[in-house]
């Protein structure tokens, strides 16, 4: 963060905070009153996870065509009906990755059906950055003429009221100038990037949030706790007394007062509670610092950034990160069928079946992962083939 931000920052949000609820923020112009936390929905929302959500003052509902098995928004839209929740009371944003704007209208009212509503608070162009696609976006495309003319027309139609992007990219050229450029567009009102501790210290990715809050823009970070695997080993020294490294994470991004929500998925009613309490108090000690810092290290060279450094060596233009991600989905997240799913979207000449292990990828990561090691894998156990 300014890395050194550690306050909650809640008083400079206006945060309302009622006694043992999930803090409320202003999501930026939109105006919408959003809960601090949102529910992410990679995996498929279960009902009693979502009724404890609620019941803490959640309001805001993540979600993708593409997420759960293409069966998030479905089964959100029943879990809605379930539990009798009235549409005003959630704050519901779906996302794509088309990039064709004239397609937005089709793929909103296909979104806004299967989850049996009528309208999106938010809709967002997914995943802006290239992850996934071997032909990376531009980071000056939100301010496109079609793209302005697609999303004034969408919110007049009512089918959106508000509309932002996403970005997994870890390339900080990439996301510094994507989030400085889209921060000029009057008509883009959120934005959603990844943010998380490993992100300490750089002042450059902070100026670029402050620059996107101060322009009015809901801002939101996602992968908050960075994909580490958290072998027990390593954990080990992290924990205890009261320091629960899951929570540090999302506490830290939280703590930067530029941040509105963060947004998590929530695998089991545990990491619920755990999330939410984190989310009730974002105020990191100096001690909690310290230690989050100690096991960010421990673990880097676990974590894939996504800079997409070692794709851009290695000679075969194997899709690495999107590789490295699906391996990340079904090592350090326990969601092989995401693993796969996501696999299974990289076109076959960018899959790792021509890695000739020449060893480019790892020579160019910043990080020293084990690249080659999770191309293998990948390549025997993520094909659905296999
Ligand atoms: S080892 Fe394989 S994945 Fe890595 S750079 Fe060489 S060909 Fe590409
Ligand atoms: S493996 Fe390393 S170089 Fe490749 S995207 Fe991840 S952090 Fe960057």
Redesign the pocket.
Request: proline residues 10%.
């Given at each position: 963060m300014a890395g050194g931000i550690v306050g909650a920052g809640l008083e400079a949000l206006g945060a309302e905070a009622k006694r043992d609820k999930i803090p409320i923020v202003t999501l930026g112009r939109t105006g919408l009153k959003v809960s601090r936390i949102a529910l992410g929905t990679t995996q498929a929302p279960d009902r009693n996870i979502l009724a404890y959500c609620i019941s803490q003052g959640l309001n805001f509902i993540d979600t993708a065509p593409n997420y759960a098995h293409f069966q998030a928004e479905a089964i959100l839209g029943r879990r809605f009906r379930e539990l009798n929740l009235k549409r005003e009371s959630l704050v519901i944003a779906s996302k794509n990755k088309s990039r064709d704007p004239s397609s937005w209208p089709r793929l909103v009212r296909e979104s806004c059906k299967r989850l049996g509503i009528e309208y999106l608070d938010i809709f967002y162009a997914h995943s802006l950055g290239g992850i996934g696609k071997h032909v990376p976006d531009s980071p000056t495309w939100p301010l496109r003429p079609e793209v302005e003319r697609g999303v004034r027309e969408l919110k007049r139609s009512g089918l959106i009221r508000f509309f932002g992007y996403t970005s997994h990219a870890g390339d900080k050229d990439f996301v510094n100038a994507l989030i400085r450029n889209a921060a000029k567009a009057d008509y883009i009102d959120v934005m959603m990037v990844r943010y998380n501790f490993r992100d300490y210290g750089d002042e450059r990715l902070a100026e670029s949030l402050a620059i996107a809050h101060k322009a009015g823009q809901g801002v939101i970070a996602m992968k908050t706790q960075s994909g580490a695997k958290a072998t027990p080993e390593k954990v080990k020294p992290f924990l205890g007394d009261g320091f629960n490294h899951w929570q540090a994470a999302i506490r830290w991004a939280a703590s930067n007062p530029n941040v509105h929500v963060v947004c998590a998925n929530m695998r089991n009613l545990e990491m619920a509670k755990q999330n939410i309490e984190a989310i009730k108090r974002p105020r990191l000690s100096a001690s909690e610092l310290d230690r989050l810092m100690i096991y960010a290290q421990a673990t880097s060279a676990e974590a894939c950034r996504m800079c997409a450094s070692?794709a851009k060596?290695?000679?075969?233009g194997?899709a690495?990160p999107e590789i490295l991600r699906a391996v990340m989905y079904c090592e350090d997240y326990g969601d092989p069928d995401m693993a796969r799913q996501i696999y299974a979207e990289i076109e076959p000449p960018f899959r790792?079946d021509?890695?000739?292990?020449?060893?480019?990828?790892?020579a160019a990561c910043p990080n020293g992962l084990a690249?080659?090691e999770k191309?293998a894998f990948a390549a025997n156990s993520l094909s659905w083939e296999t």
């Open positions: 070692c060596a290695c000679p075969e194997i690495l790792p021509r890695c000739r292990n020449c060893g480019a990828c790892e690249i080659r191309v």
